[in-house]
């Protein structure tokens, strides 16, 4: 038969493969990459034989491991919740893949049945929330098909975004005397780091009175 060099047969009548078959790699067909195997076997009486056409099948069994693949680490600007897309891939046909959390910082994140990572609530850099106090947060995606799984190390970054408003502290009012120009300085403050704050006169019925320099 096809496939007779893929078996062995005892003299008591045990078939066997010559080699243990792996469902994701075919041996069997005339081009080696069917999971039917076709062999006959032969009986004789020492006068007389008989031969028997016999097909095996190699059925699939969960036996590999689903592979993760993550783009760690991510970077996610504060007030945003989306953080990315894990992909696996399975050899097994038929697999179902399932996606949890787990670490450190895993509590402040969810995974949908898709892969994608969101926060749980859109962090904001100004208050970090991870468990090491800052904006560097850590987590495991686990990839599992009921039997195997799959586990990354991730790092999610948030970054900071200029969505807070400055604050002035200086005075809203000065006293100067006469026969001079200078009346004061303006100062204020921003949550966001690295922003650099600008000032300008942009009313006031004597706003034309006044000049404002530097930043």
Do not use: H, M, R, W
């Not at 504060?78 to 894990?86: H, K, S």
């Not at 106090?133 to 039997?147: E, F, M, P, Q």
Request: hydrophobic share 35%.
């Amino acid at each position: 038969g096809t496939d007779a060099g893929d078996f062995t047969l005892s003299s008591s009548g045990a078939l066997d493969f010559a080699a243990t078959p792996d469902f994701e790699t075919p041996v069997c067909g005339t081009q080696n990459n069917s999971n039917t195997c076709n062999i006959t076997a032969t009986i004789t009486d020492g006068t007389n034989t008989s031969t028997q056409a016999i097909t095996v099948t190699v059925t699939d069994t969960n036996d590999s491991t689903p592979v993760l693949t993550v783009a760690t680490p991510y970077s996610v600007a504060e007030g945003t919740d989306a953080v990315g897309t894990v992909t696996t891939t399975d050899a097994d046909a038929g697999t179902t893949i399932t996606y949890t959390l787990s670490g450190t910082d895993a509590a402040k994140f969810d995974i949908s049945a898709s892969g994608a990572i969101t926060f749980a609530a859109a962090p904001d850099f100004e208050t970090p929330g991870s468990a090491a106090n800052s904006n560097a947060y850590s987590l495991n995606v686990v990839a599992s098909d009921g039997t195997n799984s799959d586990t990354k190390a991730v790092v999610v970054n948030v970054t900071d975004a200029n969505d807070n408003s400055p604050v002035f502290t200086s005075a809203s009012s000065f006293t100067v005397a006469e026969n001079q120009t200078a009346v004061g300085s303006l100062t204020a403050t921003d949550a966001d780091a690295l922003e650099a704050i600008t000032y300008a006169i942009t009313g006031g019925a004597d706003s034309a009175s006044f000049t404002i320099t530097g930043s």
